[in-house]
Every structure is written in C-alpha cells, then in structure tokens.
C-alpha cells in the first residue's frame, strides 16, 4: 500500500490528467476509476479533493476542444468517424444530431453523461459552428459536473477503495497484469454489445446503384429520409424521398419497395426503421448502404431546398427510440 499511497502522491494530478485526456479524446481507456482511486485517497490523507476536480475538467475540455475544433474543419466527415469508432451501442448521428439540434450548446453539459451522445456532440458542436465561447461555457460546465461525480464517489466509497488498493498491493507483481486483464475485458466488452447490436440489425441493403436503377424504371419505391431537416436543408436528399419526423406511430401507404437512408456508418437508423416497418407487415424493405454519402458520392441526381420538389415533412412520423 505504501508503494501505491507514493505514486499517487507523486503522479495523482498528472495520472488524472492523462487518462481524463486520453478517455475524452476517443480511446477506450475509462478514466472514472483513476479519479475515483485519487479522490478517496487524498479524502483518506486529509488533503483536498479541488484540484483533483479541477485539472480532469481542464484534461475534458482540451480533449473536447481538439474534436471541436475538428469538427468546424471536417464537419460530417469527423462526425461519421467519431460515431462508427464509438464503442457504445446505440451511437447514432440521427439521434445525437437531433438532441443537439433541439439543445444547441446546453446538451454538452449531460453530454458526458448519456451513452452515444458523448462520442460525437463536441465533434458536431463544431461542425454547426457553434459559437466558442457557447461551447467552452456549456462544455466546461458538463466536464467539471461529470469529474465532480468521479471525486463525490471517490469521497463516498473511500473505505471501499483503500481495501481493494489494499487487496492489489498485497498481489504484487499480479497486480498490473490483473488490472491490464480487466481493462482488456472492459473494452472487449464494450465492443461485443456494439457488434451485438448491429448484428441484430444486420438485413440486406440496396446499394446506391441499384436504387437509381429502380429510380428509372416503371415501379418506384417508396424512399424514406430519417435524417435531420437541418442536414437535409444543408446536404440536399434523394429525389421522391419522403421526409421521416421520429416523434410518433408510423403510417405508410402502401409500396412495393420501401427504401431507407440515413447518414450513420452502419446505417443504424435505416436499419431500426426497417426492422420496425418489417414488423408492421412491411415485406421489402432496405436501408441505403452507406446512406445518402454514399449516394452523393456515387454522383446520382440530389434534390436540393433551393429547387422545386419539396417533400412534405412529418407526414410519417416515426419514434426510433421506441425500436432500439
């Protein structure tokens, strides 16, 4: 335990800093037991707990200020990356672009808080051009209320922790190795719900290709857009595609064809669309490979709101949350 007690009196702050840095910044590396570990043992040696506070929110914010920044350079680019490298689950574009569409900069202060939406917020508070100092009030604000929480646990749970830092210390050499295990497990565990959940919604797409073919013939599909107006507004959509509020039950007429698009990496909101609507008694329907990027990409016809054809929104509205 001494060993243990001198390098987080030694390193503690720089320790915080680093692994609220590297978690912030996108690595699998979970800094809430490094903060935790720190608090209780400064609260167990009478020492204060501010500083601990402090520098994980500076750590938070620098880490914030880079996906930022990136995010006014790259725009939807990065925000794809972020959200197909997060490990969580339910990260989606659609639903974190919605939240932060209807919170603006406010939603960065639970951002840290809510599974998905922290991956990709930072990253699209500057893809939107929010204002800095908006972002760094609302950002700061979230990361000092999300390391206050680490240090009241550490508070709160001292005695618990100095006997598991006591347990390790008395594995010795074990320790690291045990500790480097259960951070493998940790990520491993992580990953496997994320593959889990896009397995589950693994169905057959339609590529871009063969959706401007159907395009051109006699039978159209019925083609549904579930992203954000204001992307659609920024981006253009796919001719005839009808607009998609997620707000309530869905009513469609019928189609032989219905195709889906969104704008995630794997499609995970086509995908939850299509598998509701497949159990509503739809029988053919698909998502959009690659969604509307990779229709644009492969340089078919775009709609945009400076032309004529206006799909009417909210006429199907449809609530993804309900089918996750």
């Not at 565990?189 to 339609?206: A, N």
Request: proline share 5%; with cysteine.
């Amino acid at each position: 335990m001494e060993l243990l007690l001198h390098i987080i009196a030694t390193y503690g702050l720089l320790a915080v800093f680093v692994s609220v840095f590297l978690d912030q910044g996108g690595l699998p590396l979970p800094a809430y037991p490094i903060l935790i570990a720190t608090s209780a043992i400064a609260w167990k040696q009478d020492e204060s707990v501010l500083p601990i506070v402090l520098v994980a929110t500076l750590a938070a914010v620098a880490a914030d200020w880079l996906w930022f920044v990136g995010g006014r350079r790259l725009g939807a680019r990065l925000v794809r990356i972020m959200c197909g490298l997060s490990l969580s689950p339910d990260s989606c574009i659609v639903s974190t672009r919605r939240t932060y569409s209807r919170w603006g900069a406010a939603s960065l202060i639970v951002a840290k808080f809510v599974p998905g939406l922290a991956a990709v917020a930072t990253t699209m508070a500057g893809e939107s051009r929010t204002r800095i100092g908006s972002f760094l009030l609302f950002d700061g604000i979230g990361a000092a209320l999300w390391a206050s929480v680490a240090v009241i646990l550490g508070v709160a749970f001292s005695d618990a922790v100095e006997r598991v830092l006591d347990d390790l210390d008395r594995l010795g050499h074990f320790a690291l190795p045990i500790l480097v295990l259960a951070l493998i497990g940790f990520i491993s565990w992580k990953w496997l719900r994320r593959q889990y959940f896009v397995r589950q919604l693994r169905m057959t797409r339609i590529s871009s290709s063969e959706l401007h073919e159907m395009l051109q013939g006699d039978t159209q599909p019925l083609i549904i857009d579930v992203r954000s107006e204001q992307y659609r507004v920024e981006t253009g959509w796919i001719p005839g595609a009808i607009f998609v509020t997620l707000t309530e039950q869905l009513e469609l007429p019928p189609h032989d064809q219905v195709v889906v698009y969104c704008d995630c990496p794997d499609e995970l909101s086509a995908a939850l669309l299509s598998r509701e609507l497949k159990r509503l008694g739809c029988r053919n329907v698909r998502p959009l490979a690659g969604g509307f990027e990779a229709w644009r990409a492969s340089g078919h016809p775009i709609v945009s709101a400076l032309s004529d054809a206006q799909p009417v929104p909210g006429l199907y509205p449809f609530d993804l949350s309900r089918s996750a």
